[in-house]
Protein backbone atom coordinates (compact mmCIF):
# COMPACT_ATOMS: atom_id res chain seq x y z
CA UNK A 1 0.00 0.00 0.00
CA UNK A 2 2.84 2.87 0.78
CA UNK A 3 4.13 1.35 -2.62
CA UNK A 4 1.15 2.73 -4.28
CA UNK A 5 0.94 5.88 -2.41
CA UNK A 6 4.41 6.88 -3.01
CA UNK A 7 3.71 6.17 -6.79
CA UNK A 8 0.12 8.35 -7.10
CA UNK A 9 2.66 11.18 -5.14
CA UNK A 10 4.98 10.77 -7.62
CA UNK A 11 2.19 11.19 -10.80
CA UNK A 12 0.54 13.75 -8.66
CA UNK A 13 3.97 15.74 -9.16
CA UNK A 14 4.20 15.26 -12.69
CA UNK A 15 0.67 16.44 -12.91
CA UNK A 16 1.70 19.31 -11.23
CA UNK A 17 4.79 20.01 -13.16
CA UNK A 18 3.18 19.37 -16.78
CA UNK A 19 -0.35 20.52 -16.46
CA UNK A 20 0.45 23.95 -17.79
CA UNK A 21 1.77 22.63 -20.72
CA UNK A 22 -1.16 20.05 -21.87
CA UNK A 23 -3.70 22.24 -23.98
CA UNK A 24 -5.97 18.95 -25.52
CA UNK A 25 -7.74 16.18 -24.00
CA UNK A 26 -5.76 13.61 -26.09
CA UNK A 27 -2.76 15.20 -24.14
CA UNK A 28 -4.27 14.77 -20.78
CA UNK A 29 -5.07 10.73 -21.84
CA UNK A 30 -1.33 10.15 -22.26
CA UNK A 31 0.14 12.20 -19.99
CA UNK A 32 -1.95 11.68 -17.37
CA UNK A 33 -4.67 9.00 -17.30
CA UNK A 34 -2.49 6.24 -18.86
CA UNK A 35 -0.37 6.67 -16.06
CA UNK A 36 -2.66 6.18 -14.07
CA UNK A 37 -4.34 2.93 -15.85
CA UNK A 38 -0.56 1.68 -15.17
CA UNK A 39 -0.18 2.23 -12.01
CA UNK A 40 -3.50 0.02 -11.44
CA UNK A 41 -1.44 -3.12 -12.88
CA UNK A 42 -2.64 -2.80 -16.69
CA UNK A 43 -0.69 -2.97 -19.63
CA UNK A 44 -1.72 -0.25 -21.91
CA UNK A 45 -0.40 -1.57 -24.69
CA UNK A 46 -1.82 -4.59 -23.76
CA UNK A 47 -5.20 -5.08 -25.72
CA UNK A 48 -6.55 -7.71 -23.99
CA UNK A 49 -6.51 -5.46 -20.95
CA UNK A 50 -6.76 -1.97 -22.25
CA UNK A 51 -8.52 -1.07 -25.13
CA UNK A 52 -8.30 2.70 -26.53
CA UNK A 53 -11.80 3.79 -28.17
CA UNK A 54 -13.86 1.03 -27.51
CA UNK A 55 -17.06 1.01 -29.38
CA UNK A 56 -20.58 1.82 -27.45
CA UNK A 57 -22.94 1.98 -30.29
CA UNK A 58 -26.08 3.44 -28.94
CA UNK A 59 -29.38 2.29 -30.39
CA UNK A 60 -29.12 3.69 -34.08
CA UNK A 61 -26.07 6.02 -33.51
CA UNK A 62 -22.94 3.83 -34.76
CA UNK A 63 -19.63 4.81 -34.35
CA UNK A 64 -20.16 5.64 -30.30
CA UNK A 65 -16.86 4.89 -28.30
CA UNK A 66 -15.83 5.26 -25.04
CA UNK A 67 -12.05 6.27 -24.64
CA UNK A 68 -10.73 3.43 -22.52
CA UNK A 69 -11.97 0.01 -21.65
CA UNK A 70 -10.54 -2.77 -18.50
CA UNK A 71 -10.83 -6.06 -20.06
CA UNK A 72 -10.51 -9.12 -17.64
CA UNK A 73 -11.17 -12.90 -18.94
CA UNK A 74 -12.57 -11.01 -22.11
CA UNK A 75 -14.91 -8.54 -20.75
CA UNK A 76 -15.27 -5.34 -20.18
CA UNK A 77 -15.55 -4.53 -16.18
CA UNK A 78 -14.48 -0.50 -16.52
CA UNK A 79 -14.96 2.05 -18.97
CA UNK A 80 -13.29 4.94 -18.71
CA UNK A 81 -14.48 8.47 -20.06
CA UNK A 82 -12.00 11.09 -20.26
CA UNK A 83 -11.90 14.48 -20.70
CA UNK A 84 -9.22 17.83 -21.03
CA UNK A 85 -8.06 18.48 -17.21
CA UNK A 86 -9.06 21.93 -17.79
CA UNK A 87 -12.86 20.88 -17.80
CA UNK A 88 -15.89 20.46 -15.88
CA UNK A 89 -16.96 16.91 -15.15
CA UNK A 90 -20.60 17.50 -14.28
CA UNK A 91 -21.66 18.42 -17.49
CA UNK A 92 -20.35 14.81 -18.73
CA UNK A 93 -22.40 12.50 -16.38
CA UNK A 94 -25.12 11.37 -18.83
CA UNK A 95 -22.67 10.80 -21.79
CA UNK A 96 -21.11 8.24 -19.43
CA UNK A 97 -24.01 6.53 -18.44
CA UNK A 98 -25.57 6.02 -21.67
CA UNK A 99 -22.09 4.54 -22.26
CA UNK A 100 -22.89 2.20 -19.06
CA UNK A 101 -25.65 1.38 -20.26
CA UNK A 102 -24.89 -0.57 -23.36
CA UNK A 103 -21.52 -1.88 -22.35
CA UNK A 104 -23.39 -4.08 -19.34
CA UNK A 105 -20.13 -3.02 -17.46
CA UNK A 106 -20.29 -2.74 -13.69
CA UNK A 107 -17.93 -0.06 -13.17
CA UNK A 108 -17.53 3.61 -14.94
CA UNK A 109 -14.78 5.68 -14.39
CA UNK A 110 -15.35 9.72 -15.36
CA UNK A 111 -11.76 11.56 -15.61
CA UNK A 112 -9.99 14.72 -16.60
CA UNK A 113 -6.43 13.22 -15.03
CA UNK A 114 -6.75 15.02 -11.91
CA UNK A 115 -10.47 14.42 -10.82
CA UNK A 116 -11.35 11.05 -11.16
CA UNK A 117 -14.92 9.80 -10.35
CA UNK A 118 -15.55 6.00 -10.05
CA UNK A 119 -19.63 4.84 -10.26
CA UNK A 120 -22.04 1.58 -10.34
CA UNK A 121 -25.30 0.68 -10.21
CA UNK A 122 -26.55 0.40 -6.52
CA UNK A 123 -30.16 2.25 -7.30
CA UNK A 124 -30.83 0.32 -10.80
CA UNK A 125 -29.40 -2.51 -12.50
CA UNK A 126 -27.66 -1.52 -15.71
CA UNK A 127 -28.45 1.86 -15.22
CA UNK A 128 -25.92 4.34 -13.67
CA UNK A 129 -26.02 6.29 -10.55
CA UNK A 130 -26.43 9.73 -10.93
CA UNK A 131 -23.83 9.85 -7.73
CA UNK A 132 -20.04 8.52 -7.95
CA UNK A 133 -19.69 6.06 -5.11
CA UNK A 134 -15.87 6.94 -5.10
CA UNK A 135 -14.34 10.19 -5.68
CA UNK A 136 -11.71 11.96 -5.33
CA UNK A 137 -8.37 14.40 -6.29
CA UNK A 138 -4.96 13.15 -7.24
CA UNK A 139 -3.28 16.30 -6.58
CA UNK A 140 -4.65 15.98 -2.94
CA UNK A 141 -5.21 12.43 -2.59
CA UNK A 142 -6.46 11.75 1.32
CA UNK A 143 -4.26 8.34 2.82
CA UNK A 144 -7.64 6.80 3.25
CA UNK A 145 -8.51 7.07 -0.40
CA UNK A 146 -5.89 4.89 -1.04
CA UNK A 147 -7.28 1.36 -0.22
CA UNK A 148 -10.30 2.09 -2.22
CA UNK A 149 -8.40 2.86 -5.04
CA UNK A 150 -6.28 -0.39 -4.54
CA UNK A 151 -9.27 -2.78 -5.31
CA UNK A 152 -9.11 -1.48 -8.61
CA UNK A 153 -5.98 -2.96 -9.43
CA UNK A 154 -5.18 -6.16 -11.32
CA UNK A 155 -4.28 -7.96 -8.86
CA UNK A 156 -7.09 -7.37 -6.61
CA UNK A 157 -9.95 -6.50 -8.51
CA UNK A 158 -13.08 -7.97 -7.50
CA UNK A 159 -16.36 -7.06 -8.83
CA UNK A 160 -18.44 -8.62 -5.80
CA UNK A 161 -16.45 -6.60 -3.14
CA UNK A 162 -16.12 -3.55 -4.98
CA UNK A 163 -20.04 -3.46 -4.88
CA UNK A 164 -20.40 -4.47 -1.49
CA UNK A 165 -17.91 -1.67 -0.20
CA UNK A 166 -19.13 0.66 -2.90
CA UNK A 167 -22.95 1.24 -1.23
CA UNK A 168 -20.93 2.23 2.14
CA UNK A 169 -18.63 4.47 0.28
CA UNK A 170 -21.21 6.07 -1.51
CA UNK A 171 -23.85 6.68 1.44
CA UNK A 172 -20.98 7.35 3.61
CA UNK A 173 -19.73 10.05 1.53
CA UNK A 174 -23.21 11.54 1.24
CA UNK A 175 -23.93 11.76 4.80
CA UNK A 176 -20.55 13.65 5.49
CA UNK A 177 -21.55 16.08 3.18
CA UNK A 178 -24.85 16.78 4.81
CA UNK A 179 -23.42 16.80 8.03
CA UNK A 180 -20.84 19.12 6.51
CA UNK A 181 -23.54 21.17 5.00
CA UNK A 182 -25.72 21.17 8.53
CA UNK A 183 -22.38 22.30 10.55
CA UNK A 184 -22.55 25.41 8.13
CA UNK A 185 -25.74 26.06 8.41
CA UNK A 186 -28.07 24.05 10.23
CA UNK A 187 -31.70 23.31 8.12
CA UNK A 188 -34.89 23.84 9.87
CA UNK A 189 -35.75 19.81 10.41
CA UNK A 190 -32.35 19.12 11.44
CA UNK A 191 -33.15 22.23 14.70
CA UNK A 192 -36.44 20.82 15.04
CA UNK A 193 -35.27 17.31 15.63
CA UNK A 194 -33.04 18.72 18.80
CA UNK A 195 -35.41 21.07 19.94
CA UNK A 196 -38.82 18.62 20.12
CA UNK A 197 -36.65 16.53 22.60
CA UNK A 198 -35.25 19.06 24.84
CA UNK A 199 -38.11 21.48 24.92
CA UNK A 200 -41.12 21.01 26.14
CA UNK A 201 -43.16 24.13 25.07
CA UNK A 202 -44.58 24.71 21.68
CA UNK A 203 -41.71 25.37 18.79
CA UNK A 204 -43.00 29.08 17.99
CA UNK A 205 -41.01 30.47 15.35
CA UNK A 206 -38.87 33.29 17.45
CA UNK A 207 -37.83 29.77 20.07
CA UNK A 208 -36.86 28.03 16.65
CA UNK A 209 -34.89 30.86 15.85
CA UNK A 210 -33.45 30.51 19.13
CA UNK A 211 -32.73 26.78 18.68
CA UNK A 212 -31.18 27.33 15.05
CA UNK A 213 -28.67 29.43 17.02
CA UNK A 214 -28.55 26.64 19.86
CA UNK A 215 -27.95 23.56 18.05
CA UNK A 216 -25.30 25.33 15.81
CA UNK A 217 -23.52 26.05 19.06
CA UNK A 218 -23.82 22.91 20.51
CA UNK A 219 -22.44 20.95 17.39
CA UNK A 220 -19.02 23.13 17.00
CA UNK A 221 -18.77 22.93 20.63
CA UNK A 222 -19.16 19.16 20.70
CA UNK A 223 -16.63 18.42 17.58
CA UNK A 224 -14.00 21.00 19.24
CA UNK A 225 -14.46 19.23 22.79
CA UNK A 226 -13.95 15.88 20.86
CA UNK A 227 -10.93 17.07 18.75
CA UNK A 228 -9.54 18.09 21.92
CA UNK A 229 -9.85 14.77 23.79
CA UNK A 230 -8.25 12.99 20.62
CA UNK A 231 -5.15 15.52 21.21
CA UNK A 232 -5.39 15.38 24.64
CA UNK A 233 -5.43 11.50 24.57
CA UNK A 234 -2.36 11.58 21.91
CA UNK A 235 -0.20 14.08 24.07
CA UNK A 236 -0.81 11.66 27.31
CA UNK A 237 0.28 8.89 25.54
CA UNK A 238 3.59 10.44 24.34
CA UNK A 239 4.08 11.56 27.84
CA UNK A 240 3.47 8.23 29.04
CA UNK A 241 6.14 6.86 26.36
CA UNK A 242 8.41 9.45 27.38
CA UNK A 243 8.10 8.74 31.15
CA UNK A 244 8.51 5.00 30.39
CA UNK A 245 11.86 5.49 28.42
CA UNK A 246 13.00 8.14 31.52
CA UNK A 247 12.15 5.01 33.77
CA UNK A 248 14.14 2.87 31.78
CA UNK A 249 17.33 4.80 31.26
CA UNK A 250 17.24 4.90 35.00
CA UNK A 251 17.04 1.56 35.61
CA UNK A 252 19.62 1.01 33.19
CA UNK A 253 21.62 3.53 34.82
CA UNK A 254 21.33 2.28 38.47
CA UNK A 255 22.83 -1.10 36.88
CA UNK A 256 25.98 0.55 36.42
CA UNK A 257 28.85 0.43 38.90
CA UNK A 258 31.84 1.89 37.70
CA UNK A 259 35.03 0.18 39.51
CA UNK A 260 38.24 0.42 40.94
CA UNK A 261 40.25 -0.99 38.26
CA UNK A 262 38.09 0.87 35.32
CA UNK A 263 38.61 4.30 36.99
CA UNK A 264 42.31 2.75 37.11
CA UNK A 265 42.52 2.45 33.57
CA UNK A 266 41.11 5.87 32.83
CA UNK A 267 43.79 7.37 34.96
CA UNK A 268 46.56 5.22 33.03
CA UNK A 269 44.40 6.86 29.54
CA UNK A 270 44.74 10.23 30.94
CA UNK A 271 48.72 10.10 31.87
CA UNK A 272 49.40 9.14 28.26
CA UNK A 273 47.35 11.80 26.75
CA UNK A 274 48.11 14.26 29.20
CA UNK A 275 51.01 15.37 27.47
CA UNK A 276 49.36 16.57 24.58
CA UNK A 277 46.17 17.76 25.66
CA UNK A 278 44.62 19.16 28.89
CA UNK A 279 43.15 16.64 31.22
CA UNK A 280 40.03 17.88 31.49
CA UNK A 281 39.26 17.20 27.99
CA UNK A 282 39.28 13.54 28.75
CA UNK A 283 36.11 12.02 30.08
CA UNK A 284 35.15 8.44 31.08
CA UNK A 285 31.31 7.54 30.60
CA UNK A 286 30.31 4.44 32.08
CA UNK A 287 27.44 1.62 30.25
CA UNK A 288 26.23 -1.96 30.95
CA UNK A 289 28.47 -2.77 28.13
CA UNK A 290 31.58 -0.74 28.51
CA UNK A 291 34.11 1.42 29.78
CA UNK A 292 33.92 4.16 27.32
CA UNK A 293 36.81 7.26 27.58
CA UNK A 294 35.98 10.41 25.04
CA UNK A 295 37.27 14.06 23.98
CA UNK A 296 35.66 16.65 25.08
CA UNK A 297 32.68 14.84 26.73
CA UNK A 298 31.90 13.72 22.98
CA UNK A 299 30.54 10.73 21.79
CA UNK A 300 31.70 11.48 18.33
CA UNK A 301 34.81 11.19 19.25
CA UNK A 302 35.64 8.15 21.43
CA UNK A 303 39.24 7.52 22.68
CA UNK A 304 38.91 3.77 23.75
CA UNK A 305 36.76 1.59 25.79
CA UNK A 306 37.20 -0.83 28.25
CA UNK A 307 35.87 -4.23 28.58
CA UNK A 308 36.92 -5.45 32.11
CA UNK A 309 34.01 -6.98 33.68
CA UNK A 310 34.50 -10.25 32.49
CA UNK A 311 37.11 -13.17 32.84
CA UNK A 312 39.05 -11.80 29.70
CA UNK A 313 39.85 -8.21 29.62
CA UNK A 314 39.92 -6.06 26.40
CA UNK A 315 40.27 -2.75 25.01
CA UNK A 316 38.58 -1.24 21.97
CA UNK A 317 40.92 1.24 19.55
CA UNK A 318 39.64 3.68 17.32
CA UNK A 319 41.45 4.34 13.73
CA UNK A 320 40.78 8.04 11.56
CA UNK A 321 37.82 6.16 10.31
CA UNK A 322 36.52 5.51 13.51
CA UNK A 323 36.71 1.59 12.94
CA UNK A 324 36.77 -0.05 16.68
CA UNK A 325 39.75 -2.98 16.60
CA UNK A 326 39.46 -4.56 19.74
CA UNK A 327 42.23 -6.04 21.62
CA UNK A 328 42.76 -8.46 24.42
CA UNK A 329 45.02 -7.12 27.30
CA UNK A 330 46.34 -9.06 30.38
CA UNK A 331 45.66 -6.53 32.59
CA UNK A 332 45.07 -2.90 33.07
CA UNK A 333 48.90 -2.29 33.03
CA UNK A 334 49.02 -3.43 29.16
CA UNK A 335 46.98 -0.06 28.22
CA UNK A 336 50.25 1.18 28.39
CA UNK A 337 51.70 -0.66 24.93
CA UNK A 338 49.16 1.24 23.27
CA UNK A 339 50.17 4.69 23.67
CA UNK A 340 51.33 5.41 20.07
CA UNK A 341 47.85 4.39 18.73
CA UNK A 342 45.84 6.42 21.39
CA UNK A 343 47.83 9.36 20.68
CA UNK A 344 47.39 8.99 17.19
CA UNK A 345 43.26 9.12 17.91
CA UNK A 346 43.71 12.33 19.24
CA UNK A 347 46.04 13.58 16.21
CA UNK A 348 43.02 12.51 13.78
CA UNK A 349 40.34 14.44 16.01
CA UNK A 350 42.79 17.81 16.23
CA UNK A 351 44.10 17.64 12.73
CA UNK A 352 39.78 17.96 11.90
CA UNK A 353 39.32 21.00 14.06
CA UNK A 354 42.44 22.59 12.32
CA UNK A 355 41.24 21.79 9.06
CA UNK A 356 37.95 23.76 9.88
CA UNK A 357 39.55 26.23 11.77
Given at each position: MIEL?????????????????????????????LPFINLLGYDSFDPTEVV????????????????????????????????????????????LSRYFH????RFALLTNGIEYRFYTDLERAN?????PFLEFDITSLKENTIPE??????????????????SSLKYTKEIKKLINSELQESSYDFVRLF????????????????????????????????????????????AEKQHEEILENEEEVSKIVTTEEELEGFRIVVAILRRKIAVERIVHRDTQS?????LDDNNRKPICRLH??????????????????????????????????????????????????
Open positions: QNQFKALADKIEQLKDKIETEESTKHAFVPEFTADLGLKKGKKVDYAIFQNENPVLIIECKNWKEDLDVHNSQVTHTKMDIKIAKFHKSNFDVDKIVDNAANQVYSGRLTERVMDEFSELVHKAFNQTISEKVNDRLNSALNKEYFGILLDGTKKYISLFDENKNVHKEQIESIDSIYGFEEKLLQTIDYYESIITSRE
